[in-house]
């Protein structure tokens, strides 16, 4: 070893000196390492002008800034006193270039009046500004080597105002070597001789905005990658089948100089990865590989439910939105098919909805399935960010999908938030009524074609909760005892009852113009637990059956959930009903009847009566990881009861009701990685639950999920878990009272 070592040592000191370039030393033009200091200029050899870059150096963030991380030693030049508002300009002392490079470190704004100059006879020859908004120095450098021997001097400029109107610059030298880390304009070219070029993907490294284009046309919209920099977490495919023979370029607008995944970009036939990773559902929706979030633009047509679902297919974190497709003959089994609608040059693709136009209102032909959708656009850096809607239409039973050229159909920039478009034929004025979340409120919107649309009204103020932006909204009728009552989704983020996101509803009427609540305490929930999320129901179902399908998962640690090549899953399908909780109406959700499709092999358990625990045994085979069950509880007394399900690892998930409390809680504290992020929520997860002389359960189980159903769906949650082996017992408990279990059974899922 020892050997090998000092041989290679000598090797590199030989290859140096053949070279006969032993570098010269880098010469420190400034470090900023003075403190300003009384009697002396703030900025020793500098001159100051304005009061942006204050009384001397800064020693890290100031005046409320965030933290600043990066500068070298103790001090660096800082434009933020005062804030974003301040301007001002520090100008050098004049020095000769002697070598090849100005290296300096450099953070801040990227706008067009923060930046940093270079000066020879007074003019600038130089100037750059970091290649995104950062509080992190970053090295930079200059190629100056026609410039040597010239005398110079270094401009810092602060003349920008309002966000990122600020500059940070430390350690400027001169040097033999170029220190940049990033790369602007960076290019990557494939001679495309195979189906995929694969994109090395780390996890939680930078995005990097990519700019494909084919024979130097862009061929899509820009994609943003999290390019493995340090080390390769997974790979996604970009299918290149189509431009075989040609030449694709991958164009960076900046790229980490040392990305491992620069020289990893593979052309390739094949894209292999383990589907079946140990949290991957069995009967649950779930991308085939990629991330996923709220579902959208669910239709049934010709005996197919159709599935679009928010996807990312670069990467498992959200972003780059386009809408995935699956296609469900049973609402059991889906089938992955191809991306149906792609950001295009108005936005991204956001949540959104899809109708089919019997009457060819549209006019793109009759039956034609139309999606309604938020377009979303945001500057490379989300600092300026605009949602509008736009509409496309598919003639194929929505395969494909064309984008209508008159889009965006609806705007208002009045509104930051204006999204999630759903829409739905109202019979009585023969016409689309749209739904749509404006910031804290709901607005409607009326339209005869899907491409005018006329403001009706809006609701939401002074009621419901607002903790959070308002999100994924739906209207939808359903029969209470004979009448016609109108629920209204709308999905908050955060402003959970147990932490992050979760959707509330209400309940009232609709006239064709304006929703009225009714007088109920709300907010009410559709789902108590931690995991249903921005859910929305099927459209064209027939018996206008009110199908309803969610989100599993939880903005608040979604993009961390311990998955590998897909991340999130969805609920499964619920059939929504009105019912009386014993006090007041409330929106029940309960599992489609198809899911009992799935049911394989079942036993029935024997009635029992349960004083402190009682172990389920036999169950072992039969639970292995996706299961449903289904008993009844009786208390007899006041005292809190329930069941735990745990495994080999002893890791569990306890579920408990407490009738003198009225509350059902979940507690997956022990239920394995919970630390994979601080937000995942461990505290028992709590519901209202309305006193009942017994509680009929269903419980769905499918190896990461939980979804619990008590008396046909008036009180639900959903939760996920992250065990290290299936739950492959139940054990029932009291903690003091009788309990009479009955009516127990349960089945293996196919
Ligand atoms: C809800 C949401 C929607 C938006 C979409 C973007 O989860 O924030 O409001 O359209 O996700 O992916």
Same mark, same amino acid.
């Given at each position: ?7 290679? @040592?000598?090797?590199? /000191?030989?290859?140096?000196? $053949?070279?006969g370039?032993?570098?010269?030393p ?13 009697e ?7 001159s100051?002008?304005?009061?942006a ?5 800064? +020693?890290?963030?100031?005046?409320g800034?965030n ?5 070298a ?5 800082n434009?933020?006193h005062g804030?974003d508002n301040?301007?001002?300009t ?26 940093i100059? *270079?000066?020879?006879?007074g ?25 040597e021997g #010239? ?6 400029v ?5 966000g ?25 070219d ?7 070029? /694969? ?6 490294? &930078?995005?990097? &905005? ?24 997974y !790979?996604?495919p ?10 694709v ?7 980490y100089?040392?990305?491992v995944?620069?020289?990893n ?5 094949a ?5 079946? #990773? ?12 990629g ?8 239709? !049934?047509k010709d005996?197919e ?6 996807y990312?297919p670069?990467g ?14 049973d ?23 899809a109708?089919?136009?019997h ?6 032909g ?11 656009r #945001?500057?490379?850096? &989300? $600092? ?5 809607q736009?509409?496309?239409?598919? +003639? ?5 999908f ?21 829409v739905?034929?109202?019979?009585? +004025?023969a ?5 749509l979340?404006?910031g ?33 909204p739906?209207l939808?009728? @359903? ?6 009552? !109108? ?7 955060p402003?959970?009852?147990n932490g ?7 309940i009232g009427n609709?006239?064709?113009r ?9 907010? *009410? ?7 249903n999320?921005?859910?929305? %129901? !099927?459209?064209?179902?027939p ?19 311990? %998955? ?10 619920r059939?929504?009903?009105?019912v009386?909780?014993g ?10 009847? #198809?899911?009992?499709? $799935? ?5 029935e ?6 004083q402190?625990?009682?172990l389920?045994?036999? *169950?072992?085979?039969? @639970?292995?990881?996706a299961?449903?069950?289904t ?7 006041n ?6 399900l745990c495994?080999d690892?002893?890791?569990c998930?306890a579920?408990?009701?407490? =009738? ?21 929520y461990?505290d =028992? ?10 509680y009929?359960v ?10 619990l159903?008590?008396n ?13 082996a299936?739950f492959n ?15 127990m059974?349960?089945?293996e899922?196919?």
């Amino acid at each position: 070893m020892k050997i090998g070592k000092y041989y290679w @040592l000598v090797l590199s /000191l030989s290859l140096a000196c $053949l070279c006969g370039c032993v570098s010269r030393p880098d010469i420190v033009i400034e470090d900023f390492e003075f403190d300003g200091g009384f009697e002396q200029s703030p900025y020793g050899a500098w001159s100051v002008e304005g009061t942006a870059f204050g009384a001397g150096p800064a +020693t890290g963030g100031v005046d409320g800034q965030n933290a600043v991380t990066g500068f070298a030693g103790q001090r660096f030049a800082n434009s933020f006193h005062g804030g974003d508002n301040s301007l001002g300009t520090l100008l050098s002392y004049e020095f000769t270039i002697q070598r090849k490079y100005i290296n300096f470190m450099m953070g801040g704004g990227f706008l067009s009046g923060t930046y940093i100059e *270079l000066l020879v006879d007074g003019e600038s020859v130089r100037k750059s500004a970091p290649l995104f908004p950062t509080e992190e120095l970053n090295w930079m450098s200059w190629e100056v080597s026609d410039l040597e021997g #010239e005398k110079a001097q270094i401009r810092i400029v602060d003349r920008q105002t309002g966000g990122w109107g600020h500059t940070m610059i430390d350690q400027i030298e001169m040097s033999d070597q170029d220190k940049s880390i990033f790369r602007a304009q960076y290019v990557v070219d494939f001679a495309v001789d195979k189906k995929y070029i /694969l994109l090395p993907i780390q996890d939680d490294a &930078r995005e990097y &905005r990519i700019t494909v284009k084919v024979e130097g046309k862009k061929i899509m919209e820009p994609i943003k990658v999290r390019l493995a920099e340090s080390r390769i977490d997974y !790979w996604m495919p970009l299918d290149v089948e189509a431009y075989k023979g040609k030449n694709v370029s991958f164009n960076f607008d900046y790229v980490y100089a040392g990305a491992v995944g620069l020289e990893n970009l593979t052309l390739s036939d094949a894209f292999n990865f383990d589907y079946n #990773e140990p949290y991957r559902p069995d009967y649950h929706f779930s991308p085939c590989y990629g991330w996923t979030n709220d579902p959208n633009g669910m239709f !049934w047509k010709d005996g197919e439910y159709h599935l679009y679902y928010q996807y990312n297919p670069y990467g498992t974190r959200w972003g780059n939105m386009h809408w995935g497709h699956a296609v469900s003959k049973d609402l059991c089994k889906w089938k992955h098919m191809p991306v149906a609608i792609a950001p295009d040059s108005i936005g991204a693709i956001f949540s959104g909805s899809a109708v089919v136009d019997h009457n060819n209102t549209a006019g793109f032909g009759r039956d034609a399935v139309i999606a309604v959708y938020t377009s979303h656009r #945001e500057d490379p850096h &989300r $600092l300026s960010i605009s949602q509008v809607q736009s509409i496309s239409y598919s +003639t194929d039973n929505g395969t494909t999908f064309t984008p209508y050229e008159g889009n965006p159909v609806l705007a208002d920039p009045h509104y930051i938030d204006f999204r999630d478009s759903k829409v739905r034929w109202h019979e009585p +004025t023969a016409r689309w009524i749209m739904t749509l979340a404006t910031g804290q409120t709901i607005t409607f919107y009326a339209s005869k074609d899907l491409k005018e649309w006329e403001k009706l009204s809006s609701f939401g103020e002074g009621i419901g909760a607002k903790g959070g932006v308002w999100e994924c909204p739906d209207l939808f009728p @359903l029969d209470y005892n004979g009448t016609e009552k !109108w629920v209204l989704l709308v999905s908050i983020n955060p402003g959970a009852p147990n932490g992050g996101c979760a959707t509330q509803y209400f309940i009232g009427n609709f006239d064709g113009r304006t929703f009225t609540a009714d007088p109920l305490p709300y907010p *009410l929930w559709i789902d108590y637990g931690c995991d249903n999320y921005a859910g929305v %129901t !099927w459209s064209n179902v027939p018996q206008d059956r009110i199908l309803f399908i969610g989100w599993m998962s939880n903005h608040a640690y979604a993009n961390f959930v311990p %998955t590998h090549y897909f991340r999130n899953s969805m609920t499964v399908p619920r059939d929504l009903h009105l019912v009386h909780n014993g006090k007041h109406v409330v929106l029940a959700s309960y599992p489609a009847a #198809e899911i009992d499709g $799935l049911h394989g092999s079942s036993v029935e358990m024997p009635d029992a009566t349960i004083q402190e625990t009682h172990l389920v045994s036999g *169950l072992a085979e039969m @639970l292995r990881g996706a299961y449903d069950m289904t008993f009844t509880l009786t208390p007899l007394s006041n005292a809190p009861f329930g069941f735990t399900l745990c495994n080999d690892a002893d890791e569990c998930v306890a579920f408990t009701f407490d =009738p003198a409390q009225n509350t059902l809680s979940v507690d997956r504290s022990r239920s394995g990685n919970v630390d994979f992020y601080p937000t995942f929520y461990v505290d =028992p997860i709590k519901s209202p639950l309305p006193m009942r002389k017994s509680y009929r359960v269903r419980l769905l189980i499918d190896k990461a999920s939980s979804e619990l159903f008590v008396n046909g769906g008036e009180v639900v949650q959903s939760n996920i878990f992250f065990p290290s082996a299936s739950f492959n017992r139940i054990k029932f408990h009291t903690e003091g009272g009788n309990v009479a279990l009955s009516d127990m059974t349960v089945y293996e899922m196919k």
